[in-house]
């Protein structure tokens, strides 16, 4: 069974990432667990009219209370809505829970998701336009880094059908560690007929030892994952991002997936110099293993 964990915030980019959620989760025999954090200082994604509520320490404990109470019942009438529209056969493979707990998302998901042994946490994040720190959005940046659970930011605007989900990128290096997350990855697309692009992005040529790796993997996927298409591939190119952004248009990728422990990776996409460029312009979702 499939554990996935859903934080939801009752505002688009969740709803979004919820939606995500439930279709993936339909493909397996799942527990989907939606997880909403309140903080008595800001209720974090709460808003009236447009605009975030904030409560200050020492405010009205009434009040307080009432906005709980109604966070609660969103949450509530959220699952019921799910598990109304869900179908016989989805009734039988799919369980949908609500959990609710009090303080700061980045430190309750991290603490949650660890707890359930989540397959997955799929988490919405900003959309196009923004520096990629907003983009990412600090509360998922924080769980990216913190948790051991695989994480899934889907974009706001992320027009992705996740019905199809026909081209994968998955960024290496064809080192060892990688071996693992691409079993987590093959695990979670299984149902899904893709493609798979084990891409080493580099700046130079490669050398033996990295044509060698280059072999090694070819040769486990061909013995391991005989039913899977894998494309396993170098790309050279001077500009890290560019060559990254022309690689996803023409290959029209769905899905960008990596490895955390990569600092040397991750830490392109949170470079200054790189913030002013929309790398997820086409709003891809990431998917970020931990090893």
Do not use: W
Not at 98 to 123: C, H, K, Q, W
């Amino acid at each position: 069974m499939i554990q996935i964990l859903v934080p939801v915030a009752f505002t688009e980019k969740s709803d979004n990432a919820l939606t995500y959620a439930l279709t993936l989760a339909g493909k397996f025999p799942s527990r989907v667990v939606l997880l909403h954090c309140f903080s008595a200082y800001l209720s974090l994604g709460e808003y009236e009219d447009g605009i975030p509520v904030e409560v200050v320490p020492g405010s009205d404990q009434t009040a307080l209370e009432e906005r709980e109470q109604k966070a609660r019942n969103k949450l509530k009438r959220l699952c019921d809505q799910i598990r109304e529209g869900m179908t016989p056969s989805q009734r039988e493979n799919m369980i949908i829970e609500d959990l609710f707990e009090f303080g700061y998302p980045e430190d309750v998901i991290t603490r949650v998701s660890n707890r359930m042994s989540a397959d997955v946490v799929v988490m919405g994040t900003k959309s196009k336009g923004e520096t990629i720190k907003e983009l990412l959005g600090s509360v998922t940046s924080d769980v990216i880094k913190d948790a051991s659970s695989p994480v899934l930011a889907v974009p706001v605007n992320s027009g992705v059908d996740l019905e199809k989900l026909s081209r994968v990128l998955f960024l290496t290096d064809f080192g060892d560690d990688d071996y693992i997350s691409f079993h987590k990855l093959i695990r979670l697309i299984t149902p899904f007929k893709t493609q798979i692009h084990a891409v080493h992005f580099c700046l130079r040529d490669p050398d033996k030892t990295d044509l060698r790796r280059l072999d090694r993997f070819r040769d486990y996927c061909y013995a391991t994952y005989r039913n899977h298409e894998i494309i396993s591939s170098f790309n050279v190119g001077a500009e890290y991002v560019k060559a990254l952004e022309e690689y996803l248009a023409t290959n029209q990728i769905d899905l960008i997936a990596m490895t955390r422990r990569k600092r040397n990776v991750i830490a392109k996409f949170f470079l200054p110099s790189l913030t002013r460029k929309t790398l997820f312009s086409i709003d891809i979702p990431l998917l970020v293993f931990h090893i």
